[in-house]
């Protein structure tokens, strides 16, 4: 254990971890399961193109989320833009900027313009008041998301949309088997997507989904990830192949099948993590809703500098330094980097000083109880010391940056 700032391995001391603990491990299950399931698919030659696979994993995620339709993808990107495809999007599309940059670039890559809106600082989430001043003649969609799988305010939002006759899709890409007043995400606006990416709590190696209860958009999505084909092999309007093939299936539900005990165990690391870090001035785990389903996926602390003395950013490099491979999830946001910054410059004042404090730390099933006794040791003694950690680091820096002066090695 560290006592002293000393001992922290940014000063000269050992690192307290020997092997790299990341953010994002892949949840992968029974690996005989997945290999029995590619072998199926193997001896039955059926590899791709809606096969078996695929279409119990769609079966098996409809009922999670609680919806009817459920088509599966190459990846959630580009369920975003069957989606904006299959509803005819067009002008401008309303979203938040702390999120990964793929909300945006989905919709900037068909020509259509990101408009980023202010959050709520408490939830993350947008602020449906601010999505309601943002909409002109312009605006054909609304995108929030679920920010670390925290629901947003759904009803106000399903409000906003309706009253200014715009589409409101959710970017779901954390939020599966998480509820909001009981109710799956998924089920929320005219359809929701999911990704099923190699670091998301369900992966399947890349994957994605798009969920809704409206079987006219189902069908439409459908055809349009299979090349525009409804029936046999003719097209009845342009489409892409976005269309999730039976190996990326067959990770998915091995994936899936562990889920309930994923979750188990990322809820215990989240208590962990809380009553580790609970008395600590400054620094905050951010916190579920216990009366909710949540997948505890992403385990999030905002770190107050002010109070602290110590910024999120050389947290993360003292972490570092100890082979903790925390996140910057999600900084800086979209609209402070290109193409958006210089095309459309604005300021979210909410959104820029939230992801000027938000750091994602170590958690999921491969991460121990005593990992996390070990990595909250370093961010207490970090944090209480806050003042002169970063003293310490700006006197490290200087002298660096004096001796290059110098032109000594
Ligand atoms: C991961 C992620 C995506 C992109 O998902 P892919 O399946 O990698 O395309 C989109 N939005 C959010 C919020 C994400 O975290």
């Known amino acids: 254990m560290k006592r002293n700032i000393g001992d922290l391995a940014i000063f000269g001391g050992s690192s307290a971890f020997l092997q790299p603990l990341y953010v994002g491990r892949p949840n992968i299950g029974d690996r005989s399961r997945f290999f029995d399931r590619v072998n199926w698919a193997l001896d039955h030659q059926w590899l791709t ?13 409809a009922e999670l989320a609680g919806v009817r339709y459920c088509v599966s993808t190459c990846n959630a990107t580009v369920a975003l833009q069957l989606l904006a495809r299959a509803t005819d999007l067009s002008g401008e599309v309303i979203m938040p900027s702390l999120t990964f940059p793929a909300t945006a670039h989905a919709f900037r890559w068909l020509g259509l313009t990101p408009v980023f809106c202010d959050i709520d600082p408490s939830t993350g989430c947008l602020d449906p008041a601010l999505v309601e001043a943002a909409i002109t003649p312009r605006t054909s969609a609304i995108v929030p998301v679920h920010l670390w799988g925290r629901p947003c ?52 190696f890349e994957g994605g989904a798009v969920v809704t209860d409206d079987e006219e958009l189902a069908s439409r999505i459908r055809a349009m990830h299979n090349f525009g084909f409804s029936q046999g092999r003719v097209s009845t309007e342009a489409g892409i192949n976005g269309k999730m093939t039976e190996a990326a299936a067959a990770m998915g539900l091995t994936s899936l099948d562990a889920f309930e005990e994923t979750v188990r165990q990322n809820e215990a690391n989240y208590d962990g993590y809380q ?17 909710e389903r949540n997948n505890y996926h992403y385990l999030i602390v905002e770190v107050d500098a002010a109070e602290t003395g110590v910024h999120r950013d050389l ?89 290059e002066g110098k032109g000594s090695k």
């Open 315 to 403: 947290l993360g490099d003292v972490l570092r330094s100890e082979n903790v491979v925390c996140q910057r999830y999600f900084s800086p946001g979209c609209h402070e980097m290109e193409p958006y910054r210089s095309e459309r410059p604005v300021t979210l004042p909410h959104t820029e000083r939230l992801a000027q404090k938000v750091l994602a730390l170590p958690t999921g099933p491969t991460v121990s109880r005593e990992d996390i006794r070990r990595v909250c040791d370093i961010v207490r003694l970090t944090v209480e010391r806050g003042h002169e950690v970063t003293r310490r680091a700006n006197e490290r820096a200087e002298s660096t940056a004096g001796g």
């Open 153 to 204: 305010a759904v009803d106000e939002l399903a409000k906003v949309a309706a009253d200014h006759g715009v589409k409101l899709f959710y970017d779901a890409a954390h939020g599966l088997g998480c509820t909001s007043k009981g109710r799956p995400i998924g089920g929320f606006g005219q359809a929701e997507v999911f990704s099923f990416h190699a670091t998301k709590v369900v992966n399947a």
């Open 275 to 291: 009553s580790e870090l609970a008395d600590l001035a400054g620094l905050k785990v951010v916190a579920f809703d216990p009366e």
């Open 49 to 61: 193109n809606g096969g078996p696979l695929a279409r119990e994993f769609e079966q098996r995620v």
